[in-house]
């Protein structure tokens, strides 16, 4: 029972052009999502979050963007570099029926930033 | 380092032996969490500790998996009697509190022979 679903295990872009991960989720307490990178042989590190009450956050070439009916979110990068050729995980936080915040997190998503 | 430190970086050891994982959160970082990630798949919760107290251990797969902590610093997870479904790599992340980013290591990569 998949929670956060990144549908698109792989994606290709040219440098300069945009890049958009796209990230689905099904349990509607989620309050709170987060995007992580993550490098070979690195543990994942923080990129930007958003909370259910915004419908975009911005930082730098990094936005990501809400959609609360449609329980979809999506992380866009502009212009995209090499550098930025990493997996990229999405999670959702909310409380679960236990009253524990959890953090579920999806599968990733492979982008490789082309020259 | 001011990151989240976590050692062995590789284990290598034979079914049956226990293993002992350890884990370094930032100074100050109350919350600390462990995860697993098998090849091909995704970010796996384990456990959640609040300081010393673990209020969240559902992730933990079987008796076999323990964790610790002390105070609000140094946690080591335990895996008795190592099996092969058990490689992996745990990964440890800490944060200033209960949702707020969390800060990952890079992990311990376990293989069990």
């Known amino acids: 029972d998949q929670q956060v679903k990144q549908n698109s295990p792989s994606l290709s872009v040219q440098e300069g052009r945009i890049s958009i991960l796209n990230c689905d989720y099904t349990?509607?307490?989620?309050?709170?999502f987060l995007w992580y990178k993550k490098y070979p042989a690195e543990g994942p590190t923080f990129l930007i979050s958003i909370s259910s009450i915004k419908d975009k956050n911005e930082d730098g070439r990094f936005t990501v963007f809400l959609n609360k009916s449609a329980k979809h979110l999506s992380l866009h990068i502009v212009p995209s570099q090499p550098g930025d050729s990493a997996v990229y995980f999405c999670?959702?936080?909310?409380?679960?029926?236990?009253?524990?915040?959890?953090?579920?997190w999806g599968l990733g998503t492979s982008l490789a930033v082309n020259p | 380092g001011a990151g989240v430190s976590q050692s062995p970086s590789n284990k290598v050891t034979e079914k049956g032996k226990d293993v002992e994982l350890r884990c370094d959160p930032i100074s100050g970082h109350t919350a600390l969490y462990w995860y697993r990630q098998r090849l091909g798949q995704g970010l796996e919760f384990l456990i959640y500790f609040q300081g010393n107290s673990a209020p969240d251990k559902s992730g933990l797969p079987s008796d076999r998996f323990s964790a610790e902590r002390t105070g609000e610093s140094v946690s080591t997870l335990t895996i008795q009697r190592t099996q092969q479904e058990d490689s992996a790599v745990y990964l440890c992340?800490?944060?200033?509190?209960?949702?707020?980013?969390?800060?990952f290591g890079d992990g311990t990569r376990l293989s069990i022979l």
């Open positions: 999670a959702a936080s909310g409380f679960n029926a236990g009253n524990n915040r959890k953090l579920i």
């Open positions: 349990n509607s307490m989620f309050d709170y």
């Open positions: 992340a800490s944060s200033l509190r209960d949702h707020q980013p969390q800060h």
